[in-house]
């Protein structure tokens, strides 16, 4: 099969998945009604698919205003993640905001797409760092353009819940796993999550895993204090709502307990 009909017979599958299993409609029409799969999409997961890394893309797991996540099967029969970026309806103004002064991306970006693409390649890098020294993410596996690609993160019945969706035995127990995973996550990575709370902690097994890594800046970062002052308010305010008795200068000097950075 050429690629030009791999990619169309990929975006009839994601089409069908856009209207429940419905299908039909013409390629104008798939087009119009979704930018999640443009030809950059379809190119991404189009390599990954000549990597080995997805056979096929199933159905969502979540969507939203930046980016749609899918779940995907690996040619092996595993279950991944794919996340995809949206190249035109996403805040690029706000994204860019986190992308300038951090080193690893000099210069600034000359239209919407070049700063899709640098998020997604932020993000990748976020999560491989963090996991490589044990802060509690998904795996990444690898990044093209707008896409992502990582660990699932749930059971074969269902994605791992949200902690807001959840309600914790032990709250107590639970936060402070996710003081000990921040920590670690400034101390050994040296990254500010940037935008922490009860929306992207996911509960594993009865423990916190940390998602949503685009925006998390380098701890040297002009604005990581800032950053970390809004995690602590975030994280205290939702524990003080399930009985933890907390307050963001505890949780903040908790974290840093073991920094070697002037965070102040």
Known sequence: ????????ELER???????????GGTREERKTESEVWDR??????????????????????????????????????????????RTSTADFRGIEEYIMGDPRFPGRRSNKRQVIYAWARKEFLNLRLAHNNGVPVPKPIDFYKNVLAMEYVGTEEMAAPEVRQVKLEDPQTFFDQVIDAVSLLLNKAHLV???????????????????????????????????????????????????????PEEVRERILADSDEELE
Not at 63 to 77: H, R, W, Y
Not at 214 to 225: L, S
């Open 193 to 247: 999550h940037g935008d922490l709370s009860e929306y992207n902690i996911l509960v594993r097994d009865g423990s916190p895993v940390l998602i949503d890594m685009g925006q998390a800046m380098m701890e040297r970062h002009g604005r990581a204090k800032e950053l970390l002052d809004r995690d602590c308010r975030n994280v205290a305010r939702y524990f003080n709502r399930l009985g933890v008795e907390t307050s």
């Open 1 to 8: 099969m050429t690629k030009e009909k791999k990619l169309e």
């Open 40 to 85: 950059q999409t379809l190119d991404a997961i189009y390599r990954f698919m000549k990597k080995g890394i997805v056979d096929t893309v199933e159905h969502p797991i979540s969507t939203g205003k930046e980016a749609n996540v899918f779940l995907a099967i690996t040619p092996k029969g595993e279950t991944i993640v794919v996340k995809i970026y």
């Open 13 to 23: 599958a994601l089409w069908k998945i856009h209207t429940d299993g419905r299908g």
